[in-house]
């Protein structure tokens, strides 16, 4: 294995089960698959771009004693839980009480931490109570609907509605006029337009700026900020069209400037981190800050529990630090003696996904070229092996990662390498970082 040291004692060497299966997986394993530290590695269940760094296990991590066998049978010291679903249902929660666990950091928070993606009006209240910029808000259920409309009427367009809970990440609704905002409002709430999700719905003002991501790892009480990134959501070029899961990423983000991380330290990264001290949460793990800078000032949009994908394809490729040295200080807490060392240069990624994405798309289209792809990182996201072949199996299929000394160097690269590799129906954006 990769990055494996014969001098060193096997006593220091960590076996790490990465969950998850995608692309944001692919760059954690990358990485993790470079550090001195590594012991084994195992993805659950991990994709085709994994298996070549670590072993893929076919693990129903969501079963609590199957999950447990493979961690003792295969003495596993670390787990980073990749999407936030297993997080919000308490995985951290079960791992930490059984008894025999308990020599396994989770990085990833407990059920009430993962809250903070989990539940809008959680978050809100959360960034409310420690004084955290974010939009002005209330929330609703169907009790009090009418007041929700009558909220609606005091704002001016466009009209955000949030639905509570996890709903995939489609439960955020931008809308322009006031009758349809209240009609949305109404089947959110009482006809379940999200399930359960949309019990509760978070109303907010209209924040208007430019968005990105700033990412710490945190022990509950010290935290290292993690370089930022930006990530492009929608299908069309120049930002147009349907949300996707993200079709590529850039970092560092020239508007994020110095002046700007230390705003973003000072009044959201310190105060979210001693916010959860101070209300008792413990928290290890990531944190993904989504903002809005609006006139020069940092505003939270949203919290989420776990790296950003795409943006982990870029932020693992730029940190230089030793990532398994940091998960250990944020299992153990000693992350206050640490900081994250980050290379200089630009690193983007453009995301080849399945022709018809985000709408439907056929799967188990052939994927050719991948072995000319020289100075690119290829992280697999949505893709199989069948009968032998590497084959489609998602709408994000694979991102094209690319270093450069400026932002357009890094794009050439990445785009050269994109146009070597093929499958029916291959879309991309070619105008990652267009706005920047
Ligand atoms: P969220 O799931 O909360 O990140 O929302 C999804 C997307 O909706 C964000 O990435 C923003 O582009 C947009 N959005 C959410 N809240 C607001 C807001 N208050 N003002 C403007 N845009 C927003
Ligand atoms: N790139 C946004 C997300 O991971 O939620």
Redesign the pocket.
Known sequence: MQGHCYLCTNFFDMNILVIGSGGREHALCWKLSKSPRLGQLFAAPGNPGTSEIATNVDLDTNDHESLKAFLLGNKINIVVVGPEAPLVEGIHDNIASDTELSHVNVIGPKKEGAQLEGSKEFSKIFMQKHGIPT?KYQSFTAETVNEGEAFLETLNPPY?L?ADGLAAGKG?L?INDLLTAKEELNEMLLQSKFGEASNTVVI????AGL?FSVFALTDGKDYVILPEAKDY?RIGEGDTGLNTGGMGAISPVSFVDNKMMQKVEERIVKPTVEGLSKDGIEYKGFVFF?L?EVNGEPFV??YNVRMGDPETEVVMPRLKSDLIKLLEAAGNGTLGEHTAEVDERYAVTAMAVSGGYPGSYDKNKKITGTEKVGKSIVFHAGTAIKDGDLVTSGGRVMAFTSYGNTKQEALNTTYESMRKVDFSGMYYRKDIGFDI
Not at 204 to 207: G, S
Request: proline fraction near 0%.
């Open positions: 939009a955000v949030k955020v931008i907010e003002e209209f924040l968005e959501k989504g809005i949009i949203e």
